[in-house]
């Protein structure tokens, strides 16, 4: 089983940068990609970006490319999200999730094996 546990999540204004982070843990942890999807209210959960465990290739929503960077540090089985520029549309409860074997898409939900709790991103305008 694995455990994922997001932090630092808050209110900024717009224009403003927050950073996310994803601590993984269990009795043991692999991971084949590592992704941070949000859902807004009353809309359905959608795709950030992705990173590969091992070689680190990363993938961007457009909406978000040039201004969120995904990374990852292996010995602390944790991912970040750096957040930059940030509008008022990026306001959503954000989730990280994890694969454990290759798959076909990285962008879709039903991927994904195990979800965090979420943590709430708000920008006001």
């Known amino acids: 089983q694995v455990q994922l546990v997001e932090s630092g999540g808050g209110l900024v204004q717009a224009g403003g940068s927050l950073r996310l982070s994803c601590a993984a843990s269990?009795?043991?942890?692999?991971?084949?990609?590592m992704a941070w999807f949000r859902q807004a209210p009353g809309k359905e959960r959608e795709f950030v970006a992705c990173i590969g465990w091992s070689g680190g290739r990363t993938y961007y929503e457009d909406s978000v490319k040039g201004r969120f960077t995904i990374s990852r540090d292996n010995a602390k089985n944790t991912v970040y999200l750096q957040m930059n520029s940030l509008k008022p549309e990026d306001t959503a409860v954000y989730y990280c999730?994890?694969?454990?074997?290759?798959?076909?898409?990285?962008?879709?939900?039903?991927?994904?094996?195990?979800w965090g709790q979420g943590t709430q991103v708000t920008v006001s305008s």
């Open positions: 999730a994890t694969v454990v074997r290759p798959a076909a898409s990285l962008v879709v939900v039903t991927t994904y094996d195990y």
């Open positions: 269990g009795r043991t942890f692999s991971a084949y990609a």
